[in-house]
């Protein structure tokens, strides 16, 4: 779907929120091309325009990007039976 090209550095923070956000200004709308709307013609050769309901008739998008930063979850992790909250129930149920 997307594919302009431009280059984000991610970094994980050293203090402070976990939830970074970016904003990419004016991209092209690609539902009208970047014209801004749609040009109305009808039998009677009328003419009009139809601002594009995407854009809103600016013919440009902005792109805001979110990073969630979470710990990377280990094999270790995965497989430590004191970690699985299963065995601590199936335990409890066959008493």
């Given at each position: 779907m997307s594919s302009?090209?431009?280059?984000?550095?991610?970094?994980?923070?050293?203090?402070?929120?976990?939830?970074?956000?970016?904003t990419s200004r004016g991209h092209r709308c690609g539902y009208c091309q970047g014209k801004g709307g749609f040009a109305l013609g009808t039998p009677y050769?009328?003419?009009?325009?139809?601002?594009?309901p995407v854009c809103k008739g600016s013919g440009r998008m902005d792109a805001?990007?979110?990073?969630?930063?979470?710990?990377?979850?280990?094999?270790?992790?995965?497989?430590?039976?004191l970690n699985n909250e299963d065995n601590g129930k199936d335990k409890a149920n066959s008493d």
């Open positions: 302009k090209h431009r280059i984000v550095f991610v970094t994980p923070p050293l203090y402070g929120s976990l939830e970074e956000r970016f050769g009328d003419s009009g325009w139809k601002p594009c805001e990007v979110t990073v969630k930063w979470k710990p990377q979850e280990t094999d270790k992790q995965k497989h430590n039976p």
